[in-house]
């Protein structure tokens, strides 16, 4: 399967500050997925982006598939921001579905 | 919207029992997921499934099983349990190899 790596593993940021955390990924891949998992465990889809830039409120998200990297950019924190941000990837030789996981971002933001 | 619900989020058991998590989704989708998630080590796949009675080995299937009676529901069997299967367990359901969603987990504390 394909490796995927997230930097940096930890993040601590003051409220109202941007952010960008970085995914790399080894092989060519055909789904793309950033979650930010919740306080009680649960994982919140954020965005699906095989390539491209999407941007959804406060969060954007771009990935080049020919360089193998993937972006999740976050503009003024909130503490509830706080949270592990994962990325996930499906490698292109793949027809099952399964998604391949990086260790994840932890982010604190304080007030 | 996509939903996927978990049978209980804490679940606490002895060691030697058997122990079943329920997974069902309600979108129809073909392709189903169990994972583990611990301290350190990210998300990791155990089993995952593409159709009825159809089921593929992850990365970590020691000491699982897995049964898929019906399309929207997916169990993972702990046939006799252990303290090392104490862990976070996430199911997840797709269509095909595009986007995935997940359940709110089910905090397992085997003693």
């Known amino acids: 399967g394909i490796q995927v790596e997230q930097s940096p593993p930890d993040l601590i940021l003051q409220e109202g500050a941007n952010s960008t955390l970085r995914c790399n990924f080894s092989d060519s891949v055909n789904n793309l997925q950033w979650f930010h998992q919740n306080p009680w465990g649960q994982l919140i889809n954020l965005f699906y982006i095989p390539s491209g830039t999407k941007q959804n409120g406060r969060l954007s998200a771009t990935t080049v598939a020919t360089e193998r990297y993937s972006l999740l950019y976050i503009s003024s924190s909130q503490t509830t921001d706080s949270g592990v941000y994962f990325c996930a990837a499906r490698d292109r030789g793949s027809t099952l579905g399964r998604l391949y996981f990086g260790r994840g971002t932890q982010l604190t933001v304080w007030p | 919207d996509v939903k996927v619900t978990q049978s209980s989020r804490y679940l606490v058991k002895r060691t030697g029992e058997k122990v079943f998590l329920e997974c069902v989704q309600d979108?129809?989708?073909?392709?189903m997921f169990w994972y583990r998630q611990d301290p350190g080590l990210g998300l990791r796949l155990i089993y995952f499934s593409y159709d009825v009675k159809m089921k593929e080995k992850g990365d970590i299937p020691e000491g699982y099983s897995v049964s898929r009676e019906k399309k929207e529901r997916f169990s993972l069997i702990l046939e006799s349990a252990s303290t090392n299967q104490t862990s976070m367990y996430l199911c997840a359901s797709s269509l095909g190899g595009s986007e995935q969603f997940f359940g709110p987990g089910t905090r397992l504390t085997v003693l």
């Open positions: 979108m129809d989708h073909e392709n």
